[in-house]
């Protein structure tokens, strides 16, 4: 697999031996154009494909080998979006994983009590979510991690060990500060895109199409047709033998300190 700390080397030492050809040839700029190209491109691919594992260790689905599958939501608690989500939850009893972001937290206790109340657990989404973040100095991206952890802590009084980088962008920076945290990084192996949907019926099919054993479900409170399918497709994931399970088991992780 694609690792940076293998590719960072290698394209170092490539980029040595490219000075042995001729400087006064065309191939000699050409070379090192390639290699730029490459290397970008690569860099590109590992931050916006967090599956890829290329800058971070992020943990993206369970066992294969058995129908257990997890929910998980990111960016709230939204108010309006994420009771209602925790109603169908409730109904339903399937349990889940909440990624929250730190900021949205005001005002929202309640919403975030009742996760830890009913079952849930919770995951830091940093404190801003800013789109900006993963371009942060790993510092100041740790210091708004650790805001996001103050919040919850303050709501639920348990410090949250897992975290999933905002768009799920990876790179040296966010991979700094997952370690020096202490976090432990969780992914998906499911993307529902419910953010961007236009159908409910499409989303609904798409998702249930692609489900498969040990998969890490990630939608979010406030997508359109989130809402609206949760009910269709916890009964017809159930109908297709698979069984909701809370996202620490599945992945055999801690959720807090
Ligand atoms: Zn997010």
Same mark, same amino acid.
Do not use: T
């Given at each position: 697999m694609l690792k940076h700390k293998f590719i960072q080397p290698l394209f170092f030492i490539l980029a040595l031996a490219f000075?042995?050809?001729?400087?006064?040839?065309?191939?000699f700029p050409l070379a090192y154009v390639f290699l730029l190209l490459c290397y970008l491109l690569i860099s590109v691919y590992g931050s916006y494909f @967090?599956?890829?594992?290329?800058?971070t260790d992020q943990i993206h689905h369970?066992?294969?080998?058995?129908k257990k599958i997890a929910l998980t939501f990111d960016d709230g608690p939204q108010a309006g979006f994420t009771s209602q989500v925790l109603d169908i939850l409730r109904e339903k009893k399937v349990p889940a994983l909440f990624f929250l @972001?730190?900021?949205?937290i005001k005002g929202n206790e309640v919403d975030l009590q009742r996760m830890n109340a009913e079952g849930h657990i919770v995951g830091n989404?940093?404190?801003?979510?800013?789109?900006?973040?993963?371009? +942060?100095r790993t510092d100041n991206m740790l210091a708004d991690i650790k805001l996001c952890d103050a919040e919850i802590e303050r709501v639920i009084g348990r410090r949250p060990k897992l975290f999933r980088p905002p768009y799920g962008v990876t790179n040296p920076m966010v991979s700094g500060a997952v370690k020096r945290g202490n976090y432990t990084g969780i992914g998906w192996s499911?993307?529902?895109?419910d953010t961007s949907a236009k159908d409910g019926d499409l989303l609904l099919n798409k998702i249930l199409a692609n489900i498969k054993n040990g998969d890490v479900i990630l939608l979010h409170e406030?997508? +359109?047709h989130t809402i609206a399918i949760l009910p269709d497709l916890i009964d017809k994931s159930r109908k297709l033998g698979f069984e909701f399970v809370r996202a620490d088991e599945l992945l055999g992780v801690e959720a807090y300190y």
């Open positions: 000075w042995l050809i001729p400087h006064n040839s065309l191939a @967090i599956q890829a594992n290329y800058f369970g066992d294969r080998s058995n @972001i730190g900021q949205n989404h940093s404190y801003s979510h800013n789109y900006w973040f993963s371009l +942060k499911l993307r529902s895109y406030w997508g +359109k």
